[in-house]
């Protein structure tokens, strides 16, 4: 069984930074894929990006160039780096593992807040 818990949400003037961070609790060891995803009011959750235990990483199209996502396989523990935040990225980020480069797995965190305002 594996317990995520996300950090670093919050809010911020467009063209700032945040970093979320993600700590995994059980066998993290035995998750390939690790990704963050958000969900914004009155939208479905989406995918942001994914890692693998390999350090492969996939994003969607409107964070490339702005967003990390990274992994510390040591401290058992993803990270996203967000830079030049615009409004339309104010959502709830979530942490997720167990899925794969394109879909969620099992596991999810409590979700935590990132607001942008313009």
């Known amino acids: 069984q594996v317990q995520l818990v996300e950090s670093g949400g919050g809010l911020v003037q467009a063209g700032g930074s945040l970093r979320l961070s993600c700590a995994a609790s059980g066998s993290f060891f035995g998750i390939n894929v690790m990704g963050w995803y958000r969900q914004a009011p009155g939208k479905q959750r989406e995918l942001v990006a994914t890692?693998?235990?390999?350090?492969?990483?996939n994003y969607k199209d409107s964070v490339k160039g702005r967003f990390t996502i990274s992994r510390d396989n040591a401290k058992n523990t993803v990270y996203l780096q967000m830079n030049s935040l615009k409004p339309e990225d104010t959502a709830v980020y979530y942490c997720n593992g167990g899925g794969t480069t394109w879909t969620y797995g099992d596991y999810w965190g409590q979700g935590t807040q990132v607001t942008v305002s313009s």
């Open positions: 890692i693998t235990s390999g350090g492969l990483t």
